[in-house]
């Protein structure tokens, strides 16, 4: 864990310390969430700096307070790494240009609907769901518990 703190706080040029918790679906590992306010992009940086350990899952969101536009990084140790644009509800959103690569790249439905699947992440959300509803729980539980 102080090699995923070392290479988070690497990125953002500040120490920051943070709050660890057992991952119900994985004895004996752990998971975290923070929120960081910077003034340049650094979603892409921390995920290239978490992704140097393959065995890891997950998610780094980055919000444009100019434009509300949200990019989302996602990963796993199967799937690798994917980045997607989102609305401010969480809707993945393909742009005109990735449409039409799909679209060139399909002559069948069947590879139309795998390439629209890849696009949108289901096979990231799939393995990431189960990870964020546990740690979701955990979270409830600990604050019922605290107050």
């Known amino acids: 864990m102080q090699h995923i703190e070392w290479a988070i706080n690497q990125v953002i040029g500040q120490v920051i ?3 660890w918790v057992n991952q ?3 004895p004996g590992s752990k998971a975290m969430e923070f929120e960081y306010k910077h003034h340049s992009p650094i979603a892409v940086k921390i995920t ?5 350990w393959h065995y890891i899952r997950f ?3 980055e919000l ?3 434009t509300q536009e949200t990019i989302f990084y996602r990963v796993t140790p199967e799937l690798g790494v ?3 644009s989102a609305t ?4 993945v959103v393909l742009n005109e240009n990735q449409i039409n690569t799909i679209l060139k790249n399909s002559l069948s439905y069947e590879k139309l609907q795998a390439n629209l699947e890849n696009a949108l992440g289901i096979s990231w959300d799939i393995e990431l769901e ?3 509803i546990a740690l979701a729980g955990l979270m409830l539980d600990t604050v019922s518990k605290s107050g």
């Open 17 to 19: 310390s943070f709050t």
């Open 24 to 26: 119900p679906l994985n």
């Open 130 to 132: 189960p990870y964020r």
């Open 82 to 84: 994917h980045q997607a």
């Open 64 to 66: 444009n307070k100019n």
């Open 88 to 91: 401010t509800n969480g809707d």
């Open 48 to 52: 290239t700096a978490l992704r140097a």
């Open 59 to 61: 998610e780094v969101r």
